[in-house]
Structures are given as C-alpha cells and as structure tokens.
C-alpha cells in the first residue's frame, strides 16, 4: 500500500479526518474535534468558526476560547463546569447561546480541546 | 441559592451513602478487615461470618433457596459476564430486549461477533415495556437463556419478569434477571418469577459501595467456573473448587464492600423497600407534572408512572443533552446524568440514539424542594430556547 494511502486508512481506523483549514492539514475527529490541541491557533478558528455560522466574533467569544485554552494548557484538562462559569463569567446558558453548536460542540470543539467522549 | 448539589443521578449510583452504612463499613472494617474464611484465627473466623451472614440476608432479600448460590461479583456487569461465560455454550441462542444495558448487549454482541451464539431482543411497545409473548416469539429449540432488565435503566419502565419467567419455566428455559435498576426498590423474588439467576449491583439502591454487586443462583441452574484461582479451601487440588460459592468466585473476596452491602440490607429492612419506592415515587411525579406546562420540554414514556421505578428521561428542545446537563450543573447544581446511559437501543427506540437524553433519578435523600428546583431550572432552560 502507497504510504500515503496507508496514513489515510490508519487514519480512518483511529476516526480521523484529515482537512485543509488555512492551508494547513489538520485532523479532526468524526464529530470535528481537534485530534491535536496543538493544530489549533486563531487563524484556523476564525475560519472554523464562520463555517459554524457565527457571522461576528466577538471579543466574548475570544475570551471563552482563550479560557479554554489558557485552562486546558495548564491543567491537563478541560475546566469543571463550575469553574467554567467562574472563568469566563458568565452563565453556561448564556455560554450555550453564543455559539453556534452549543457548549460542547461549539465552544469547546472551537477552542480546539480534544472531544470529551461521554457517555455517547 | 444554596451551595448544596441536587443529586439526581441515583440511577448511576445512590448518593449520599446513608451515614450508617458509612460508619458499619468503618466500624467493620477496622475491626475485621483481615482475609475471609482463609485461617483459623479468631477474626478471620468473625470476617467469614460476616460474609456467611450477608449471603443469608442476600438470599432471603431475593427469595432465593440457597445461601451458597450467592455469589459476590464486583458489580452487576461483572456478575452478567459469570452468566454468559460459565452458561452459555457453541450453538447456543438467547433472547433478550432491547431495552438492555451494554453490561447484557455487549457479551450478547461479543459471543455472537466469534460466531458462539446467535440472539434475538425482544422490543418493547410505545410505553417501554416488553410483551411477554413478544419473548416467546423469539423462542429456539436452542435457546439457552432468556436475559431481562427488571427496570430500565432508561425509561425506569418494570418489565413484567413473573410472566416472563412463568412462559420461560413452561418451556424449560432459564431466566436471567438483571435488578440493577430494581433490587432494594421493588421486592425481588427469583423463586415467583422462576428465575435462575438474579444479577444485582450493590451501590445503587441497596446503598452500599461502589465494587460491590453479586449473582443469585437458582440450584437448578449449572454456571460453570470462568475464572479460576484461590478459594481458601481444598488447596492441595489443581483443579478449581467446584461447589458453591466458591465456584464462582476466585481471590480474596470484598470484604469491605460486603460490610456495605450487609449495611445497606439492613438500613432498607428498617424502612421497608415498599415505603421507599412510594418516596422516591411520588417526587418523579412532582417532577413529571411540574414539567406539564414547559412546552419545550419532551418526556419519554412518561405518560403513566404505573410500574415505574424513579426515573424519567427527558429532552429540552433546542439545548443538546450534554449542555443541557453542563447547564444544570454549573448555573442550578443540579447533578444529572446525560447521553445513552449505556442503553443505546433503548435510546434507538426512543428516536434518541444521535443526540442521547438527559436522565433525572430521584433517590431516597431527595426533597420535594429538589424536584421544585429541578422543575425551576428546566423551565428556565426551556423558556430561552
């Protein structure tokens, strides 16, 4: 098998997917989280997130993804709910309305955290 | 607003603990945490007691003959794999519902994907119950089991298991009986319903730990051994102990699960599983009829509660599960629990197998003022969407 026919089908096996996104090759999940936190920066999530349908970015919404950022980078890990709220200050239904998506697949997939994989 | 967590995933496991299950399991094990059965020392005779004597109190709990078919398992799953791996047999068939947990459908689907045995899964109608003649309909001359959820885990819907079983012991066929979601709120009586075997967990609404569940064995029904290893008796043979209870269990038993487990029986004994049932009850219909004017809020066979156990599910229109919970959680602490809840036919059947559901289960330590905050916040949720 070519090689790069063999990255694309071991990539498929892992459930990624490679795209284009600012002119680079990125790989998301198969619900389009980031497969690397390190791919993320912000040319690449302005372009994710006007294809999400946002039309404006506010500087609200760059405040929530550099918390996550900022939080995900320095703990390991996504931030509890509680201390979400607290981060960014505001209500995680007010969260919930600024982006398209929502908070899981909204917010957090744009900020480029890596997919939580709950109970789904 | 106080501080306090709402906790309404009692279906996931029952929280808090009751502080005398808490103190007995100290108590106990501080006392008599040495290893089992396995010398002749005073208190490893006195831990062996407390095991003997929580097998009894289990047996007489389920209705089942005999105390040695009592068999300690880390949860309910971990007692379902003894059922599949030590039962069932190349060529085999079982039947069971879709309305299972993956602790039935995975096995199911693991033996079935090495080409061991084939299944069927009965469906359940509109209101999330099983037909018992749906189960017979599926019936083979090979059919080796019939597996059944006594609640689900899902909809809270109590399947009829003493028809079930009264058609399976017609034609010869063992019923399994999962009570994971039942056993401590709703009596269970193996020797009614002729089931052979009853897998129970014992963190849920027998109120003891995590890591602690079992299997209750009819002696009509041959499991063989599926592990193997020390049992504390007939040492000098290679062969694995072949009676009960020591068949099926293999290692230094759970001793301090055990303490909780016998804790929990007791704390129910002194309450009464009916008096339990009628709490937990009449707080999911508070929740049920407080949601009635929240036009955005969708209920899943919720309808009627007859023969419910505390568990409703739910969609909030608009809000994916996930957030919805995240929302609850940060902005009303209230704890549910949201997704498939490992059931995901179940979740098929309700047309929610994409998105998942979000799951409110009021416990024994829940308020009417709890219900009234939850039905609060979702009608909050709900009025913004």
């Given at each position: 098998m070519p090689q790069d026919a063999e990255r694309a089908q071991l990539a498929s096996d892992l459930g990624r997917e490679a795209r284009l996104v600012a002119g680079r090759e990125i790989y998301f999940d198969r619900e389009g989280f980031f497969w690397e936190a390190d791919d993320w920066d912000e040319e690449i999530a302005i372009?994710?997130?006007?294809?999400?349908?946002?039309?404006?970015?506010?500087?609200?919404?760059?405040?929530?993804?550099?918390?996550?950022?900022?939080?995900?980078?320095?703990?390991?890990?996504?931030?509890?709910?509680?201390?979400?709220?607290?981060?960014?200050?505001?209500?995680?239904q007010v969260l919930e309305s600024l982006f398209p998506g929502g908070i899981r697949k909204g917010a957090r997939r744009l900020a480029g955290l890596p997919n939580p994989k709950s109970c789904f | 607003m106080t501080n306090r967590v709402i906790y309404l995933d009692n279906a996931a496991t029952s929280y808090p603990k009751p502080p005398e299950v808490l103190d007995e399991m100290f108590r106990g094990y501080r006392d008599l945490g040495v290893s089992p059965g396995r010398g002749s020392y005073d208190l490893a005779v006195q831990a062996g007691d407390v095991v003997e004597g929580t097998r009894q109190k289990l047996a007489r709990f389920f209705g089942a003959p005999d105390p040695n078919r009592v068999i300690f398992a880390a949860n309910a799953t971990d007692a379902l794999n003894l059922v599949f791996n030590g039962l069932l047999r190349p060529g085999d068939h079982v039947v069971s519902t879709e309305l299972e947990h993956n602790s039935v459908l995975r096995p199911l689907h693991h033996?079935?994907?090495?080409?061991?045995?084939?299944y069927d899964l009965a469906s359940c109608d509109g209101r999330g119950f099983v037909d018992p003649d749906e189960i017979v309909k599926h019936l083979r001359p090979n059919t080796r089991a019939v597996v059944v959820t006594h609640a689900s885990n899902v909809l809270g819907t109590i399947q009829p298991v003493q028809q079930i079983g009264a058609r399976c012991a017609e034609r010869g066929v063992p019923l399994i009986v999962d009570a994971s979601q039942s056993a401590g709120i709703i009596p269970v009586d193996m020797t009614a319903w002729h089931a052979s075997a009853v897998a129970f967990t014992g963190h849920k609404a027998l109120f003891g730990p995590t890591g602690i569940g079992g299997l209750v064995i009819h002696p009509d029904l041959d499991i063989r051994a599926s592990r193997f290893g020390g049992t504390g008796i007939d040492s000098r043979e290679l062969e694995h102990t072949p009676t009960f209870p020591h068949r099926l269990e293999a290692g230094t038993i759970n001793v301090m699960g055990i303490l909780g487990l016998s804790a929990g029986l007791d704390y129910i004994a002194q309450r009464s599983v009916h008096a339990i049932h009628s709490?937990?009850?009449?707080?999911?219909?508070?929740?049920?009829?407080?949601?009635?004017?929240?036009?955005?809020?969708?209920?899943?066979?919720a309808a009627s509660l007859a023969d419910h156990?505390?568990?409703?599910?739910?969609?909030?229109?608009?809000?994916?599960?996930?957030?919805?919970?995240?929302?609850?959680?940060?902005?009303?602490?209230?704890?549910?629990?949201?997704?498939?809840?490992?059931?995901?036919?179940?979740h098929r059947h309700l047309g929610t197998l994409r998105r998942g559901a979000i799951r409110f289960s009021p416990g024994l330590f829940n308020t009417p003022e709890d219900i009234d905050r939850a039905v609060g916040a979702l009608a909050t949720l709900s009025v913004h969407k």
């Open positions: 372009v994710l997130l006007r294809e999400s349908g946002l039309a404006e970015l506010t500087e609200t919404h760059w405040k929530v993804l550099r918390y996550f950022r900022e939080y995900y980078f320095y703990h390991g890990r996504a931030p509890l709910n509680r201390q979400l709220k607290e981060g960014i200050g505001l209500s995680l | 033996f079935r994907e090495r080409g061991w045995i084939e709490h937990e009850m009449a707080l999911v219909t508070r929740l049920r009829d407080g949601l009635a004017g929240c036009a955005h809020v969708e209920l899943y066979c156990v505390a568990v409703i599910t739910l969609n909030v229109q608009g809000i994916h599960p996930e957030d919805a919970g995240a929302i609850l959680d940060a902005d009303f602490q209230i704890a549910v629990r949201v997704g498939l809840h490992c059931a995901p036919l179940a």
